[in-house]
Structures are given as C-alpha cells and as structure tokens.
C-alpha cells in the first residue's frame, strides 16, 4: 500500500537510504519510514503509525452526495454488532480514486471527504488495505453501473464483490455480477469469485435452503 501510495522509486530510494544509516545496528521501524517519507515528500509516518498500532481494519463507506460522492471511514467488522462498546479507530488511510470524465487522484482519508464524481471507483487498482462498501444513486441501476466494469478487471471486482465481502451490501449483488462475469475475465477474478461462492455455502452448514443455492450456480 506504501509503496503504492509513495511510487516504486521513492521507495527504493527510501529503503537504500534507510540501509545507508542503519548499517549492522539496531533500529526500529519507525526510522525506516521516515527515510521514505523524506525521499516521497509525503505523510508515510502517519499513515504507518495507524496501522501498525492498532488493530482492525478501515472500512470506507461510498455515498452519493449529488454530483460528488463522500467517503466516510469506519471499522470493518464481520459482524458489525461486535463493535458496539469497542474503541473508537482512526486511520490516515492513501485511497486512488477513478471516476468517469475526471483526472485520477489519490487522496489521504482521514475521516470524511468529498470526491469528483456520481459512480467514483475507491481505491482503484485495490493496493489500499480496507474494505470499500458503494451504495450507488438510485438513477444508476445495478446491471447498468455493471457494464462500465464489464471487462471483468480488478478493479471491476473492487467495485462489485468487494461491497459485498465487506459484509454492508446485499448477497444478491455478488450472484448477480458473478452471473455476468465474462468467460476470459482476469483469473484473479474468478479466483475470488469462486472463494466467495464457497463462504456463501459452507455458511448454509446443513440448513436445507443449502440446496436452493447449489442449483443456482
């Protein structure tokens, strides 16, 4: 995600100038980061400080907000109940950002935010560790949302099953853009598609509905 975030150069500038200080001593990670963060001219620290000092894991609500969308960042829980009570997360979190007829952008999220964009695709290219929930317009239909995705890409699939993995967005929308999932989509994909069917049956265990699902696929 780092790496992502800061770019592939920046990076191996950063490690190589981390290595030049710290040779055959002791250190601690932070010193590692900061390297980076001086070469990338970029908030690293923060950003790697959130996420190896707490626990969990940041869930990014996507929500029409007329001609924008807002980004809201929680937790992510399987089940969200077990939160209740739980500590309050925070996390600085690099998000790439797509939408149609704007540039690409990448943001840091931390808490709440505007972006460009009805229909925006969070964390595009999938390299930010969070869970993504979209609830779309209602002007923009599951199946015709789809097909701007349709060519079964990873981003396609951070679009539409990850909603659904993040456990915020209903089953059906997985078993429907599994169902149009082209032949010769990326075998990442498919991969994952073939994972998630797999969850949603061993969850049955021996309730008789396990059936109705089965013939289904």
Known sequence: MLEAYVGADNFRNGVRAYMRKHPLGNTVDSNLWREIQAVAGKPVLNIEHDFTRQAGVPLVRVEPAGRESRLVAGQFAEDP???KGAPETRWHLPL???ASGHAPATIVLAGSAL???TAPLVNAGGTAYARV???????LPWLIAWRRCRDGSADAYERRMGAWASGYAPAQNLMTYIANLPADADPVVWDRAVG?????????????SQSNFRGRL
């Open 81 to 83: 109940d077990s939160l």
């Open 96 to 98: 790439a950002i797509s």
């Open 115 to 117: 972006v460009q964009g």
């Open 133 to 139: 929930a979209t609830r779309l317009p209602r002007q």
């Open 196 to 208: 998630l069917l797999v969850t949603v049956d061993r969850a049955y265990g021996h309730d008789p």
